[in-house]
């Protein structure tokens, strides 16, 4: 094995969220960084994708105003973040709808659950006092999913807000979705200030709001990016690490595994040192998430840039119009996407025409992420980004932290995992 220089020389395997994070966060410190990406794209499970001439994105994302680190990290590369930000509201046509006033927190909740429209009395106070007791009151146990946290609740408030919350969240259904991580959700959303509660919406595609410009940023420090570079093997001693490519081999002094989970066991396997690691992650299963993109005549938008929906495969509809400029497209996005019915985007438009007519569709495409995210379960076993290997570290929203896999915990893994690194160095 070829031995690296003198001076560190860092690799990321992953351009998604998490090693963009991890590699730019490198590079400011000075390090010499190498980010590989196997696709053409960089982003991950959060990317853009063209498709006959149109932008699109493989799914839609919306960030909590509670999502500080992702929220640093755009906001610091460019002049414009490119983010949408509002007001919790959460209207579903014309069963309910709840809009959070600018109030403190948690007071704008409790105002926002007390004013909701298609909840009687009864409902409302229900949902209040079970939301203070959620903020304020003890830990909850790591064996609890969401179904059984929230089995004293109304079936209507289940039904139309807790329920739903949960999956867009955890992309998990509540039957088997960790009740202490969606607490988690809840309390960074409205347990501080109550902008923390405020919906992100990108106004431009998922690449070029945070890994583009990432990338460019690590270019300009004299780092490199590099692109269709798919890592197939590893090999590791005690002062240097080997990245096996189709065209050649590469030697590093250290490496941040900035893969997806279920990619992780593919190149630790013959680690012993990251045994620990590669067994909590073979036995997670996985959530797909799926998005139609519908095209309606340009001149139809939604009264509201998102609206969630009912009783069926899709729980929310976003209007590109409005968010990225594309007059009449909309994205119905189902989470937890599993067994979908092959006319599910039929299905959803149905969803949408209960209470909106939106007119005769155009086109439309379906994008399916089978494996969008790991289920978020009780008691999951996630990974430390420190390993038992001194010159390797893991990257990724799997890793041990608060929230479920989402692009804050991405983000705050990659710059954690950086941050390990740059102690060591």
């Not at 490198?26 to 499970?45: D, H, I, N, Q």
């Not at 509002?86 to 579903?92: A, D, E, F, M, N």
């Not at 790591?142 to 946290?149: G, K, R, Y």
Request: charged residues 15%; contains cysteine; hydrophobic residues 45%.
């Amino acid at each position: 094995m070829n031995r690296p220089q003198a001076k560190p020389h860092v690799a990321i395997v992953g351009g998604g969220w998490a090693g963009c994070a991890a590699a730019l966060t490198l590079a400011e410190a000075g390090v010499s960084v190498t980010l590989l990406e196997a696709s053409r794209t960089l982003g991950g499970r959060a990317r853009v994708v063209e498709w006959e001439g149109n932008t699109l994105d493989n799914g839609q994302h919306i960030l909590l105003g509670a999502y500080g680190q992702t929220l640093q990290l755009i906001e610091r590369l460019q002049a414009s973040s490119g983010l949408w930000r509002l007001p919790l509201s959460l209207r579903q046509p014309p069963d309910f709808s709840l809009d959070c006033p600018r109030l403190p927190a948690p007071l704008h909740l409790l105002a926002g659950l007390l004013g909701a429209q298609g909840l009687n009395w009864r409902e409302k106070l229900a949902a209040a006092r079970w939301a203070y007791s959620l903020l304020h009151g003890a830990e909850v146990s790591d064996q609890l999913s969401v179904n059984q946290l929230t089995r004293e609740q109304p079936a209507k408030l289940n039904r139309l807000l807790w329920h739903p919350l949960c999956i867009s969240a955890l992309n998990t259904p509540p039957e088997t979705a960790s009740a202490r991580v969606f607490r988690n959700v809840i309390r960074a959303a409205f347990g501080g200030r109550n902008d923390h509660s405020d919906l992100l919406l990108p106004r431009r595609d998922l690449t070029a709001l945070f890994p583009a410009p990432a990338a460019a940023r690590i270019a300009a420090l004299g780092g490199s990016v590099r692109l269709s570079s798919r890592v197939s093997a590893l090999a590791a001693s005690s002062d240097a690490i080997a990245l096996h490519t189709r065209d050649e081999t590469l030697v590093f002094s250290h490496v941040i595994l900035a893969v997806a989970p279920q990619h992780l066991a593919d190149l630790a396997a013959p680690l012993p040192e990251l045994q620990t690691a590669v067994n909590a992650v073979t036995s997670y299963g996985y959530q797909a998430i799926a998005t139609a993109y519908v095209q309606y005549d340009p001149g139809f938008r939604l009264a509201s840039p998102l609206l969630a929906l009912a009783d069926g495969p899709a729980q929310f509809v976003f209007d590109r119009g409005q968010s990225h400029a594309q007059p009449g497209l909309l994205a119905f996005v189902a989470s937890a996407a599993a067994d979908l019915p092959a006319d599910w985007m039929d299905r959803a438009e149905a969803q949408l025409r209960r209470s909106i007519d939106p007119g005769p569709v155009r086109w439309r495409k379906a994008i399916v992420e089978k494996q969008a995210t790991y289920a978020c379960t009780p008691a999951l076993a996630r990974p430390a980004n420190r390993t038992h290997h001194p010159r390797i570290v893991l990257s990724g929203d799997y890793t041990a932290g608060a929230y479920p896999a989402t692009l804050e915990s991405a983000t705050t893994s990659g710059v954690q995992s950086a941050q390990t690194l740059i102690e060591q160095l």
